[in-house]
């Protein structure tokens, strides 16, 4: 049985474990007060060259997107993002949790535009009943989306442009960053990001950390007293220095884009694979996820050899499923399934 | 220098460590539902005596609480404790975010008693208004407490009674459940602790995990649908399964209460050493949290070569301070300590 | 100028004027617990048929939609609705605001179906997911809707069946309520309302009261510890006694039902003067809005004599407006409308 | 039956009542945005002397609290207040429920003193672990308080120069505030009140009004989209001129302060009586709520005649009781229960 389910199917990857081995006995401040995070904190600064951003170390992905929006938001604010967005799906209302509606609007292939944001900001300031309705506060996207796209960089800067005029936040979900960063047509990088957004994060869980993600406020002000709010939601790890160890790996001599090229590479040979059969695609994407539209009568006998998950109903006889590669995924599981593919369906 | 600030300075036993080697390329489901969390949760089980629990394992202790607290509460309902209880004092208002309010009781050595729970229940019953006041929803307290007190079984009975006989849920905060299990003095079983508390945890990351607490629901109908709340509040770790190792580790062959039972023992000779010399302690306790009371003239010279914390001012020339012993504290540190007490203080 | 932007334009009627007179010097206990507010609740019960219901009086809308929510839901559960829904749109995130998430129906003339429903409630049930998603845990309904359309005794009585086969509340959102009970074609009465759904309000504010809603459980067990979460929402008015004073009167010899009938019948005269020019309308009700759609180049000059509500654009050259009669609009005011649509649309 | 159990047993004045029969059938835009509100705040700022303070109209006490602390406070952040505060006793947690946690300080005669806070402040600050506990980000105090006392201008300036170093709202519930204002031996004078807090509100409700609250924001920057929150916390009345109504009336040649001072007078009365006889007080105050410490044994009869509240227990024998007068208290009520004093007492 080989698994493409998810992309954290496995611990990590083994720099991370040798570190973990090496640094055990060391004693160290809690709640990452520690050299460890410090470190970690200057590398990330300087992989995505924003030296005057603040930095700070979450566990896990809903935490941090629940953190940093309550911590952007007034009361009467919502967040805006894609229908699909995982807040908005995925979370089990966690920002709603924490007070915030969100502020959905209908997705193209995952992503929402700037002119989408820009409308819905010139309906809310016109409308006269605006008091009685949510204030747009903040923007989130996911780079890359749930569906595996990515923004271009121009749609990145029509998004942050907005942002910027109408002064509210532009967030990035980067769970999945390097995979995002590292695909094949993908004109954004590191430094880009961190120019044309307000606050990201450099997503670790999913991409070869035991778990981690490290939260970027590209400007300082945004990351007023932002502990307090870590703390508040759950999300300080006692042993903080876990956290910094792990993006000390990652970050060190690039192998955190390493690690996702190497996925995304896999990914092509395998949307590769679908497509020398004329299998089509619930969307087109270049990154670590797969989607393709395979007969429900194939699935099955598929199912018995390779894991993947069902996304969604195409139609009677046809279903979207995911394939994920990830950091771990040997080149060997990609053989073995584009055989199947060629041989099966 | 030796610390002895707190029990999280250092990574994890070696075992953890070595499971983490041992399964690193397993692939697993996320978020809990593999097996190595399935069979922590038997191990859990078996140790406290609770066959029909059901276990949970979260990452830390302030996202425990107010998970829990949450998921037992109606919104007009507040959580009894101590108010030196944690959740009062340490956790930026986490309980609060949830939208309750936290009814604190005057503790004394860190406990609160069943006639105080019971006063307080039968005050707001009585109570003209009281649909104006939080009506007590449960009853929180810390086992050992953040004094390192422990209640005795005769205690916890009476808690117990109460609870149920108001039925409400009685939650055990046991972030450091084994160094209160295993102190000298102690009269109460683990299987007692299930038995007389509705919800409790087993505290993992002061007791030789990197992370992670199992939560206990003794009675699986105060469960239901917590994994949805473990999700909302950040707590749903995408690989579980670490959790699950770790307390597959710690439960195996008792080693979580040899680990404690260390830490207290070394506790232990350390009260011994600074009772040898005269010198009072803030409260009288058994488990790894010693409180001497020092004079402040003596605490810069001491904190040259020990790492200690502040804890209060006790007078002009005395202050109360914290040592912590752990699993990973070394017999030479004790050692080192006691005989600096022996010559200096 | 003669108004018709909305049904809260006057005072109250001339009845609630007179009681409030003749009962100011009175002295009553507070917060609702007066003779006043008892007797309200008991005529209430009698007039919708349901001797077990109980009934809690609140100030407006909003608050009163959030609190019976806030009653109903655990922290991981939303509430179920049309996406024009009142609370899905104007009210600012009050739900949301008490933590919960709004899982919005695509709405079919500002109504959802029990099939939609079912299917929610099933697929949620069937995704292997869920956790990380919103459980529905109650449906709200307005009747009449936004858009002054009815739901039919069939479609009601479907969404009863899908409720209470789910075990879920039915909550009717009733601040125009009388207009919807008066209103021509509709074969709901009071007692089926009250038999098919668990908990509705009497709307007041848009119908002859100076403000006030009349909220009914009609199964008791719902409404448990409710007073506390009026308090807590801060919609337990000092003065309760004003809310059952008008309560009283509006249920007084079907004083209520009258009123709203007036504001129908005039409202029909109104549709029937736009039908009579062959103006399209946004929607087909019977209620006391009237959705015309207009060409725009007709709205300046209209606006200058009448008073009414922008709804929606419709195409480059139209518009929906709306206007609204109440219990206080004179018959002379449609005269006057009626003949300005003859001469001048 | 003589009734002095609360100031809100009545409707309203009768200058208030008339106004409602004269303006009734006018027509008015809804939410705060008619012709009476805007008058009546501009009489707020004139008879407080406040020409720049942006007012808000809101129903009720418990509503208005925490809507304004809500609008003030981060998520992580706290309001100061006295343990004896209404926010901290009698609402339901409703600040909680906007996810604040109350900051309660030992009030001395329900006061606390600028000392207090600041000290709260410079603990805050100096703490290590400061980051684990909630922010103090403002104060709230009663003005008079709850126990009818009053803060000295010399006490007020006190708070406002702690709050203004520290750069966090002062904020003062009016619930009574005119009964304060006018108490004899006040030295605070409406413009002194509107320069040493930041927020204030004059209570309607308890002081002759059927209901009602006005909010003044003495820096409008404090106020930024206030009525958004009115919105959410369900306090945005639809008929909102029948607030601005309301304060007209009240503002109108100081019937407001008037009002107030026949109250006042009538505890005056009703403190002289008792003194006469001996009777201690549980406080020594001026306002309209007069604290006798009664025998136990003397509750019975006297409650046979006069209504009263109960207020604490003092010892096995005697207990202390509440009478409040208020606005439309009549002479005779006093006359009669100081000719039981006189005889009973």
């Known amino acids: 049985m080989i698994h493409f389910e998810s992309d954290y199917l496995e611990g990590c990857c083994p720099q991370i474990l040798e570190a973990l081995r090496e640094t055990n006995l060391e004693q160290t401040l809690g709640y990452g007060e520690d050299p460890h995070c410090a470190k970690a904190a200057d590398m990330v600064r300087y992989v995505f060259d924003c030296p005057d951003a603040e930095v700070h170390f979450l566990v896990g992905g809903t935490q941090t997107n629940a953190t940093v929006i309550a911590s952007q938001l007034r009361p009467h604010q919502g967040v805006v993002c894609a229908a699909s967005g995982h807040i908005n799906v995925h979370e089990t209302g966690a920002v709603e949790q924490s007070g915030h509606k969100i502020l959905a609007l209908p997705a193209t292939d995952g992503k929402i535009s700037a002119d989408q944001v820009r409308a819905l900001l010139e309906a809310h300031q016109r409308d006269f009943s605006r008091e009685h309705t949510v204030q747009p506060g903040m923007v989130y996207i996911s780079f890359p989306t749930e569906l595996g796209t ?3 960089k121009r749609e990145l800067e ?11 936040p532009l967030f990035v ?26 606050i990201f994060y450099v997503g670790g869980t999913k991409q070869g950390a035991l778990f981690g993600e490290a939260v970027v406020f590209t400007r300082s002000a945004l990351a007023e007293d932002f502990r307090y709010l870590i ?48 299998i089509p695609f619930l ?16 699935l099955a006998p598929l199912a018995e050899q390779f894991g ?9 006889t046809h279903a979207g499923v995911r394939f994920c590669t990830s950091w771990a995924t040997p080149e060997s599981a990609i053989d073995a399934l584009a055989s199947y593919i060629d041989k099966n369906l």
């Open 150 to 152: 990515i923004y271009s």
């Open 158 to 168: 029509a998004l942050h442009d907005v942002c910027r005029a109408w002064d509210i």
């Open 173 to 198: 979900d980067g769970a999945r960053l390097g995979y995002g960063l590292e695909a094949s047509g993908v004109d954004i990088l590191p430094k880009d990001l961190a120019r044309l957004c307000d």
């Open 231 to 278: 703390k508040q939601h759950g999300g300080m790890l006692a042993k903080g220095r876990l956290l910094g160890l792990q993006y000390e790996v990652l970050m060190n001599e690039g192998l955190y884009f390493k690690l996702a090229r190497h996925a995304d590479r896999l990914a092509d040979r395998l949307r590769a694979a679908f497509a020398a059969k004329g």
């Open 283 to 298: 969307v087109e994407n270049t990154t670590n996820q797969v989607f393709p539209i395979l007969p429900t009568a194939a």
């Open 308 to 316: 993947f998950e069902l996304w969604q109903e195409v139609d009677d």
